[in-house]
């Protein structure tokens, strides 16, 4: 079973900075893309941050230059540094991951329990 660990949200005010980490525990043998989405309330979720297993990386319009993730392949974590905090970024953040289970033959999307951030101005 492929289980996915948020940890790192919290309340901050405008300006401000928070790192967001993910890190996936079971039986893995392989990762690809991982990723950070979020789901303000009254709206649909939407990417926030991807990073494939080489390191590409791909950003929201709205979050560029601003936040920067990164990822451990062998501490199969995930992480998002978030800087110059907006109010408009306060929303619930979850991890995603790509993730071939040792029992499996193809890969499988997981998602984390969530983590909430709130900005305040």
């Known amino acids: 079973q492929v289980q996915l660990v948020e940890s790192g949200g919290g309340l901050v005010q405008a300006g401000g900075s928070l790192r967001l980490s993910c890190a996936a525990s079971?039986?893995?043998?392989?990762?690809?893309?991982m990723g950070w989405y979020r789901q303000a309330p009254g709206k649909q979720r939407e990417a926030v941050a991807i990073?494939?297993?080489?390191?590409?990386?791909k950003y929201a319009d709205s979050v560029k230059d601003r936040f920067t993730i990164s990822r451990d392949n062998a501490k199969k974590s995930v992480y998002l540094q978030m800087n110059s905090l907006k109010p408009e970024d306060t929303a619930v953040y979850y991890c995603?991951?790509?993730?071939?289970?040792?029992?499996?033959?193809?890969?499988?999307?997981?998602w984390g329990q969530g983590t909430q951030v709130t900005v305040s101005s």
């Open positions: 990073i494939t297993s080489g390191g590409r990386t």
């Open positions: 079971g039986s893995i043998l392989s990762m690809k893309d």
């Open positions: 995603n991951a790509e993730a071939l289970p040792n029992s499996a033959r193809t890969y499988y999307a997981y």
